[in-house]
């Protein structure tokens, strides 16, 4: 890759460390599908201990991990509710139709957040002709909200209205890990909230592959049967799940760096004349610009960026994002705001 290239399309674009290649290369492994891979069993017990879980289960994406929430907690001709931006309802492929057979519910959110108050109107009644609300998907953080925190007050009345109306809950927590380090409060405070949580290892925390899905037992047990059929066993899968278990003991506390590299790229753009940042919903490592007043559309706003070899990817239809992680330093992150102001800003 050319080294003068400053790659904010997402945080998924680092590659690991020589200390996490090394613990990759030297991992104890075993065929995970009889159970047998030392080091996915041991990342599965350390990630269910820190979410305060039963049971985990390491699976190659965080897709798959949300697919098999999904897919475990429902039956066909269910519906889930998802939030309009989130990650589930835009980029996994309309897969809660295909694999699960069950229909979305989506509630448009402030920042990403739904308030419990939306979802008392959203769940259905028993009425034999209505479909069957099985689920509550929350997002935290919030990726096509730019990142934004959940407010563990809204989750705790969400799960009280939910266990009212008996609906499960499950958290895509690809990115709980920032929330984490961006509000002190613990995964384990978040995940009590939820009867399945998703988190991902590939974001932020900076290895190659895997996410994992926590829950009861019984719940991963149904879940490692989909995730066979889905063709998601793996055989030594401790040589990745190695990287996870390194990200996971080394990549936490770090993540505060790209959050203050957010922080800092979204001030430079703030103060220009044509681009939008809402500096309210700049809370971990993203960052959405609106480029409506520049009267470009973002295909040529993406295309101009690159041309001054900064990448950045488009967030809807008249904005664009940059998302900060590991392989970027500060001062590359000032050059791609600079880079951004005078192509775009001004
Ligand atoms: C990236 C992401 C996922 C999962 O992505 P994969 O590419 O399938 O690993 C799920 N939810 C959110 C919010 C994400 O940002």
Redesign the pocket.
């Known amino acids: 890759m050319n080294p003068e290239l400053i790659d904010l399309r997402s945080d998924?674009i680092t590659r690991p460390t020589p200390g996490m290649r090394k613990a990759m290369a030297e991992a104890d492994v075993g065929d995970d599908v009889f159970g047998e891979d030392p080091t996915v069993n041991l990342l599965q017990r350390k990630v269910a201990e820190l979410l305060g879980k039963p049971a985990a289960l390491y699976v190659p994406?965080?897709?798959?991990?949300?697919q098999l929430a999904i897919k475990s907690q429902t039956l066909p001709g269910d519906e889930i509710i998802v939030e309009q931006d989130a990650?589930?309802f835009h980029?996994?492929t309309a897969a809660p139709s295909m694999l699960s057979g069950v229909q979305m519910y989506v509630v448009p959110g402030e920042h990403g957040i739904m308030r419990a108050e939306q979802l008392a109107p959203t769940v259905r009644s028993a009425a034999y002709y209505l479909p069957r609300t099985a689920l509550i998907c929350l997002?935290n953080t919030?990726?096509r909200a730019g990142g934004t925190i959940y407010p563990l007050e809204e989750i705790q009345r969400i799960r009280d209205f939910a266990k009212a109306v008996g609906v499960k809950m499950h958290l895509?927590g690809?990115?709980l890990w920032n929330a984490w380090v961006a509000t002190g409060i613990h995964p384990r405070e978040y995940a009590q909230y939820f009867d399945s949580v998703?988190v991902?290892f590939?974001?932020g925390l900076g290895a190659p592959v895997g996410?994992a899905l926590v829950g009861s037992e019984e719940l991963i047990h149904r879940a490692r049967r989909f995730r066979k059929i889905f063709g998601g066993g793996m055989r030594q899968a401790g040589i990745i799940a190695a990287g996870a278990l390194y990200a996971l003991e080394h990549h936490i506390e770090r993540l505060h760096e790209d959050h203050e590299k957010a922080r800092v790229f979204a001030s430079r753009i703030a103060d220009t004349r044509h681009l939008r940042v809402d500096l309210e919903s700049v809370q971990t490592n993203i960052v959405i610009i609106d480029i409506a007043h520049t009267g470009k559309t973002t295909t040529d706003a993406l295309d101009l960026l690159a041309s001054n070899n900064v990448l950045m990817s488009d967030s809807g239809y008249t904005s664009i994002r940059a998302v900060t992680h590991m392989d970027v330093t500060m001062q590359q992150v000032r050059s791609a705001a600079d880079v951004l102001a005078t192509t775009l800003g001004d």
């Open positions: 998924t994406s965080g897709s798959m991990s949300n990650h589930i980029y996994e997002e919030h990726n895509d690809a990115r998703s991902c590939s974001k996410s």
